[in-house]
């Protein structure tokens, strides 16, 4: 059924909204006569928890709700979220999870690019490198003929140890 790890119960309620406006990204339902469908429409979404009704993660809830859905048998552990500090706890749960599951987060919200300097910070999970990092591309190309949205974290170096990998759609989504 799934689990909140901030309140440590087996009802992974959705009080931000984040979380399922991802899920129906992801799994929303096609041939329905609703004007959307999911990018994977007939996925099976576990519900896990981990953020507080504010948004706010803490290390020890991810790690647990990570350490949930390898338990439970996930494929692919999903995201949206990401910080600028390194997790050591966070960092051996998305270890153990890399063993069986395919690890996907968000480059994150702030413009900057990835290289650990005055102007640029990493951001985790996404720098990891078992976790492929996505930024968020806009429809339409710049006078640079680049697709990525203005708020967008960006990967400075190509294939260094803090790379983000692809971008997905992140823009007027629905």
Known sequence: YGIDTVNNIGNPLDNHGHGTHVAGIIGAMGHNNEGGV??????????VKAA?????LTSSNVAKAVNYAVNMGADIINMSFGGYGRSTL??????????????VAAAGNDGINNEPSASGKPTYPASYDWVLGVMAQNQSPDRYGDNLASFSNWDLIPKNSFEYEIMAPGVDIF
């Open 52 to 56: 507080h009704s504010s948004g706010r």
């Open 90 to 103: 966070e960092e051996e749960a998305l270890q153990r999870a890399y063993e069986s599951a395919v690890l």
């Open 38 to 47: 999911g990018v994977a429409f007939n996925v099976q979404i576990m519900a």
